[in-house]
Every structure is written in structure tokens, then in C-alpha cells.
């Protein structure tokens, strides 16, 4: 079973960057989808970004596409949130996630099985 545990988070400005990483523990790190979400004050957590055990193929919310960027590195257990542009309507608490490999599911929903406990970003303008 993997443990997540996101950094990274913090106070921006508008149209400012931040990187976002979770460092896994335990488990089979490269068998994992892994994926980023985020809950804003008073929403439904959302679907972010997401990427495949091997990173060959990353899928994005509408809302990020363009700005925000998913990577990981299997050699470090870590996945990365790349996030430029950022503005108001980013503030949110951001989670990783990771997907049992034994189970397949949309990469897209909020179908994952572990999840950390959160980083908090937040946009100033």
C-alpha cells in the first residue's frame, strides 16, 4: 500500500508558479496512475491532471490545460504539479492520488484508492 505526502504549497501572486511534488512511500511506485486534484473552499474536489504508470500519456482539466504541467520521476517516488498563470480561481487545497494498477479506472474521476493529505495553495491578487 503507498503513502503520499504533498509539498510544495504556499502564498502567490497572480500570474505567478509553483511546483507541487508528493513523495511516495511503500508500495510499487511505478505501477501506479497518479493523479492531482484539488478542493476549493466550499466546492467538490475536482479532477486536475493525471498521468499514466509510465508517464507516456497526461490528461488535464479543462481549466488547467496550458498552465499546468504533470511529470513524475519513478527514480525519486515523486510526482510533480508544474502550475504557471496561477490566479484566484486556483486557490485550493491540492492532493495527490494513486490508482491500484490492479484496477483500472478513468483517470480522469476521482476513482483512486490513496490519497495524501493535501497542500494548500493559495492566489493573491
Known amino acids: 500500500q503507498v503513502q503520499l505526502a504533498e509539498s510544495g504549497g504556499g502564498l502567490v501572486q497572480t500570474g505567478g508558479s509553483l511546483r507541487l511534488s508528493c513523495t511516495a512511500s511503500?508500495?510499487?511506485?511505478?505501477?501506479?496512475?497518479l493523479g492531482w486534484f484539488r478542493q476549493a473552499s466550499g466546492k467538490e474536489r475536482e479532477f486536475v491532471a493525471a498521468?499514466?504508470?509510465?508517464?507516456?500519456?497526461?490528461y488535464y482539466a479543462d481549466s488547467v490545460k496550458g498552465r499546468f504541467t504533470i511529470s513524475r520521476d519513478n527514480t525519486k517516488f515523486t510526482l510533480y504539479l508544474q502550475m504557471s498563470e496561477l490566479n484566484a480561481e486556483d486557490t485550493a487545497l491540492y492532493y495527490c492520488?494513486?490508482?491500484?494498477?490492479?484496477?483500472?479506472?478513468?483517470?480522469?474521476?476521482?476513482?483512486?484508492?490513496?490519497w495524501g493529505q493535501g497542500t494548500q495553495v493559495t492566489v493573491s491578487s
Open positions: 492520488a494513486a490508482q491500484d494498477p490492479n484496477w483500472p479506472r478513468t483517470l480522469t474521476s476521482l476513482q483512486y484508492d490513496y
Open positions: 511503500g508500495g510499487t511506485f511505478e505501477n501506479y496512475p
Open positions: 498521468i499514466t504508470w509510465n508517464g507516456y500519456r497526461t
